[in-house]
């Protein structure tokens, strides 16, 4: 394993509405709008199924759209990306939103319950987003993309493997990780050969963003 020293924790930006959301990220009216409707989507189906904790809802702007959003300026080319386990849709569905406008741009949602994968497709349907709802174990299909990445999907060592199909056809990984990442490393260097670099988040001090340009045969 090679692990790149941590950058020094930076200044967190303050995000608690559309407009600030706006401000960091540079996001249109049209994005906006369509992230008020994916919250709007949130809140009815979060009553008929566990999709993201109730009260993470009063900070979408923060915990869920801001999280999420951060990962597009460490890959400003990248037009194809695979969310894998992406639960609710994050971070894809609110990449999904920032790339509508790009030519080319498509996320890949990757999800292994069947009720998600409604949920994702009546969000994507709705809102007509540049995004494929794949019901299917992230192992099991090996998409060329430009990015793979996750967020609360499952521990380092069994989110190489899940990834590893994606980096073996070039993609690089951005996974959302948090406090414990450390503790995830190391324990994935019993198992994988790997290259990453550890990015501080920009939403969260306990947050950290973990990026994988390589990764060899599990030992």
Known sequence: MSVAAPQPDPVLPVVTDAASFAAVTGADAQALADLEQYRSYLVDWNQRMNLVGPATLDIFWSRHAWDSAQILPLAPEA??????????GLPGIVLAILGKSRPGFHVHLVESMAKRCRFLTE????????????NSRAEDLSLAVDIVTARACAPLSRLLGYSRPYLQRGAVALFLKGQDVAAELDDAAKSWDFEAEVLPSLSDVRGQIVRVRRLGRGR
């Open 79 to 88: 037009l194809t990306w695979a969310d894998l386990g992406t639960g609710a």
């Open 123 to 134: 969000v994507v349907d709705g809102l007509a987003l540049p995004a494929t709802v794949h």
